[in-house]
Each structure stands twice: as structure tokens, then as C-alpha cells.
């Protein structure tokens, strides 16, 4: 099998899985998105880089497939509009002013700006998150609701690698 699995579990009749194919795709398009930004904001390094490629292929990689698993676990039942809904909310749940303040520790933290890492953070995230939350609602809405579970972890990674370079330069549009 092409895409090896490497980490099996079951945890409530959910099969978790974390695979290759899923490392490669989080390591990747994740630390390109994040190396736009950092050139963008003349900020480059190869720890930097590093740093994104090992939370592209861990966190992320695992994190969001079996999210996306869940969410449609949670809403098999829901039909119509109230599907659609439920599937967009769920994934901005996911991806909420909490993942983004993540981000951007991840991001301190592998630039050595350690000194820049506290609670404000956490505002500059909240002011990111409201200030894209109709652009989050419509790819978090076209991924959830028109991409096969299969390519949602891609086209996912895509979106967020591109939310990465706006989350990057949000530090400079919120503090």
C-alpha cells in the first residue's frame, strides 16, 4: 500500500489514523505556506523551516484528518442545510482564535523569539480570526461540504497554508 499506515487507534468506534501520505502533505505544503510568509515579512530561517516542517507532519498531519473523520462521524445523520452548517461550524470550531494562537507560538518559538511569546498572542489571534471569519466560512464550508473526506486533508492544508501567510502577517495588521 502507497500510503503505509503508520499509527492505527481505535478510540470510540473512531479509527484514528496518521500516515505517510499525511506526513508528507503536512510537512510540506504547511512549511511552504509559513516560508511565503516568513519572506514576506523578511523574517526566513532554516529553524524556522524546520520547526514548520516537524508541526506540518505531526500536529497537523494527524490532527486534522481525524477532525474531518469526526466531524462527519458526528453529523452522518444530518441531511440538508443543517448538514452543510453543521460540517462549516464544526471546522471553524476546529480552527478557531485557540489554533491560531498556536500557530503563531509555533512560529516564536522555532524564530527564537521567545521574549515575543505570551498572552498577546492570544489577542492577536482573536483579531485575526474575526477580522477572516467570512473567508473562513467559505473554504472551511467548500472543503467540508464539496471535497471528498479523501482530499480534505490536502485541500485543508492548502487553505490553511495560505491562512498561515495571512495568520504571519496578521501580527503586523493586529498589534
Do not use: C
Not at 120 to 137: E, G, K, M
Request: aromatic fraction near 16%.
Amino acid at each position: 500500500m502507497k500510503n503505509k499506515l503508520l499509527f492505527l487507534l481505535k478510540a470510540n468506534s473512531l479509527k484514528l489514523e496518521y500516515t505517510t501520505l499525511n506526513i508528507l502533505k503536512g510537512a510540506i505544503i504547511y512549511s511552504i505556506g509559513d516560508t511565503i510568509a516568513a519572506l514576506f515579512l523578511k523574517e526566513f530561517s532554516l529553524t524556522r523551516l524546520l520547526g514548520m516542517i516537524l508541526i506540518g507532519a505531526t500536529f497537523y498531519a494527524f490532527e486534522i484528518p481525524n477532525y474531518f473523520k469526526w466531524i462527519d462521524k458526528k453529523t452522518n445523520h444530518i441531511e440538508g442545510l443543517k448538514l452543510t452548517l453543521a460540517k462549516t461550524l464544526l471546522a471553524m470550531l476546529y480552527f478557531n482564535p485557540l489554533w491560531i494562537a498556536r500557530h503563531l507560538f509555533f512560529i516564536k518559538l522555532f524564530s527564537g523569539k521567545f521574549g515575543e511569546i505570551g498572552l498577546v498572542l492570544l489577542q492577536i489571534a482573536f483579531w485575526s480570526f474575526l477580522a477572516n471569519i467570512l473567508i473562513s466560512f467559505i473554504g472551511n464550508f467548500i472543503i467540508q461540504n464539496k471535497i471528498n473526506l479523501k482530499w480534505r486533508f490536502l485541500a485543508s492544508a492548502i487553505f490553511s497554508a495560505l491562512m498561515a501567510i495571512y495568520y504571519a502577517l496578521s501580527e503586523t495588521l493586529f498589534t
